[in-house]
T-cell receptor, first 116, second 114 residues
Framework: DAKTTQPNSMESNEEEPVHLPCNHSTISGTDYIHWYLQLPSQGPEYVIHGLTSNVNNRMASLAIAEDRKSSTLILHRATLRDAAVYYCILRDGGRYSGAGSYQLTFGKGTKLSVIP | KAGVTQTPRYLIKTRGQQVTLSCSPISGHRSVSWYQQTPGQGLQFLFEYFSETQRNKGNFPGRFSGRQFSNSRSEMNVSTLELGDSALYLC?????????????FGQGTRLTVV
């Protein structure tokens, strides 16, 4: 899996939007961009993923640059429950199910603090 | 739909003992991977299994081993425990479509070696 670069930490005020950036300059054409969050002492939790187009779900939005070398996770209104470590991970979509590696390679992630 | 289940949730062992951790993936998921998380090293990949075959192994000593059964349930074993093995051990399951679908994590097993 290719490497990603994220800021170590970010702060946001409650009820304001949060933009968490991720750089992945060596992304390949079949790499999907995945985001996970992790609360203290819990397992990571899936947030969103995409390949080329921007994606929206009930939790967040994912904005992918046209050249796919960067992406941004957008939390529309930060709440105290959003305070967590956010990981941006590239996962190879490959061509065939069952082939290749399924592992996730985690970096340090971004620790998001939400100020009441 | 039941999530990924890891047992036990907490474990205290003595140096030199061995331990077995269990992971039951989401029904229908064929891939299980294991991770070790410590404050100093973050989340590190241990190994992964797909249809009972180990596909990949991280940079851990041979004391760490695992297996996957025909029902996709997986176990990992750590022999001759050391203090440094104290960590949160996480497993993740995926359907088997590689990056096209998300991974689901269990709540982890907190292992403390004394």
């Amino acid at each position: 899996d290719a490497k990603t670069t994220q800021p170590n930490s970010m702060e946001s005020n409650e009820e304001e939007p949060v933009h968490l950036p991720c750089n992945h300059s060596t992304i390949s054409g079949t790499d999907y961009i995945h985001w996970y969050l992790q609360l203290p002492s819990q397992g990571p939790e899936y947030v969103i993923h995409g390949l080329t187009s921007n994606v929206n779900n009930r939790m967040a939005s994912l904005a992918i640059a046209e050249d796919r070398k960067s992406s941004t996770l957008i939390l529309h209104r930060a709440t105290l429950r959003d305070a967590a470590v956010y990981y941006c991970i590239l996962r190879d979509g490959g061509r065939y199910s069952g082939a290749g590696s399924y592992q996730l390679t985690f970096g340090k992630g971004t620790k998001l603090s939400v100020i009441p | 739909k039941a999530g990924v289940t890891q047992t036990p949730r907490y474990l205290i062992k003595t140096r030199g003992q061995q331990v077995t951790l269990s992971c039951s993936p989401i029904s229908g998921h064929r891939s299980v991977s294991w991770y070790q998380q410590t404050p100093g090293q973050g989340l590190q990949f241990l190994f992964e299994y797909f249809s009972e075959t180990q596909r990949n192994k991280g940079n851990f000593p041979g004391r760490f081993s695992g297996r996957q059964f025909s029902n996709s349930r997986s176990e990992m074993n750590v022999s001759t425990l050391e203090l440094g093995d104290s960590a949160l051990y996480l497993c993740a399951s995926t359907r088997g479509d590689r990056g096209r679908t998300e991974a689901f994590f269990g709540q982890g097993t907190r292992l403390t070696v004394v």
